[in-house]
């Protein structure tokens, strides 16, 4: 591309961009992993993954991503995914791998973003659909689908940096993302009181049930809201998250 080329840009891609991406920042603070998909383009599969996973600029946070490469995707995704995740495709919207696993996301109550280019799939096939109408078959070659990615991963970061996901008192106390894990300080409620044989708790969050070390903010009980950060409790909040 030379200097005036906005590679297909159009204003109503830069809108779905934005949707996309602040969906996929709700889901990433929520502890979602991105599961990446594109069984005709593999390479894309794994550069939108590194894309996420590493972090390339200081003080952004590694995000969870896996490129799914294997001889069946459907049965790798359908075992690994967990409820709250997202499935992000790149590939023609003839693409029979993909539309098979896109038709049962919703069964397995993850999210989905395709991105591709060429004729465009069905109205609702994906959550977010990331689309360059130009027809050129080459045009998976040029790097501008790779630019429809990278400016995903970009604003996903704008938003985890701007969108409150905690308390605004809470990510004060807890500083944000930490820089040197990665990890979010996140909601969490009791559900059993030093239950482990090891002494730490059970705690639900968004991602599930988790068993984590109470020892800095102890007594706690059954329903008592606590943020987690890297498997401690560090912070004890009332029920009105302060």
Known sequence: MDDTDDGGLTEDLAADLAGASLALARRFAGGATLWCLSPAWGPHAHHVAVEFVHPAVVGK???????????????????????GDVVLAVAAADDPVVRAVLRRAPAWETGTIWIGSGPRPPAGTADHVLWLDDPDPLLPTTGRLVLLYHLLWELTHVCLEH????????????????????????????????????????????????LVSTLLVDPVATGDLVLVHAATAIIRLDQDGE
């Open 163 to 210: 969108t409150a996901v905690l308390h605004p008192s809470a990510r004060e106390q807890t500083g944000g993302t930490c820089v040197t894990c990665g990890d979010e300080g996140r909601l969490g409620e009791v559900v059993t009181p030093r239950g482990a044989a090891d002494g730490r708790a059970l705690v639900r969050t968004a991602t599930g049930m988790e």
């Open 61 to 83: 946070p590694a995000l969870p991503a896996v490129a799914v490469t294997g001889p069946d995707p459907v049965a790798m995704i359908r075992l690994a995914a967990r409820p």
